[in-house]
């Protein structure tokens, strides 16, 4: 039995949780959301907890349990409290802001670029600390406006200059000796 797809998942007040068919309807305080799981899991809805099951032990079936009941749990979440990731920006110069509810990045380029964010997402900024913050109720959709911020000036190897998650470790090289 999968570890995580055999755990019940705990609906919070003030989320509404629909099932039509093979597909779950979350609305929560921060939005809604919808997932189409495949036709041959079976999602049960009783009683605040929502419950995942199987028809059989096949390969195929085991690595579609535990992810449904993870994505239907992400959406649970998201609904609920959100989610958020950090970047934090490098560089002398570099610089973001927020204007207009678009990010404003400065890094290092002959023109700032602008980032509008998709419906449902939105960004802050804290130049004290230089971070980023993406939040949304999406984790998907979270993860990959962040991915695309990082794109724009990964961070280089020497200096460590560019934008990276908060949480990320920058392998160092060391840069050319002199003549001796």
């Known amino acids: 039995m999968s570890r995580i797809g055999r755990l019940p998942i705990v609906v919070p007040k003030g989320v509404e949780v629909k099932i039509e068919g093979s597909t779950v309807y ?3 305080p921060k939005g809604e959301l919808q997932f189409t799981f495949p036709a041959s899991m079976e999602v049960i809805f009783q009683e605040e907890t929502i419950e995942v099951k199987r028809p ?4 195929n079936h085991r690595s579609l349990h535990g992810m449904t009941r993870a994505l239907i749990n992400n959406m649970v979440l998201g609904v609920s409290n959100g989610f958020e990731k950090i970047l934090e920006v490098n560089g002398v110069g570099y610089r973001a802001e927020v204007q207009d509810k678009g990010l404003i990045l400065h890094v290092g380029y002959s023109h700032p670029v602008i980032m509008e964010p998709p419906f ?3 960004f802050d900024t804290n130049m004290r600390l230089r971070q980023i913050k993406v939040m949304g109720y999406d984790k998907q959709l979270v993860g990959q406006v962040a991915a695309n911020i990082r794109k724009v000036r990964p961070p280089e190897p020497y200096k460590g200059k560019g934008i990276k998650y908060l949480e990320e470790k920058i ?3 060391a840069g050319k000796t002199g003549k001796v």
């Open 171 to 173: 392998r160092r090289k």
């Open 26 to 28: 979350v609305k929560g």
């Open 56 to 59: 059989s032990d096949e390969r």
């Open 120 to 122: 449902g997402i939105s």
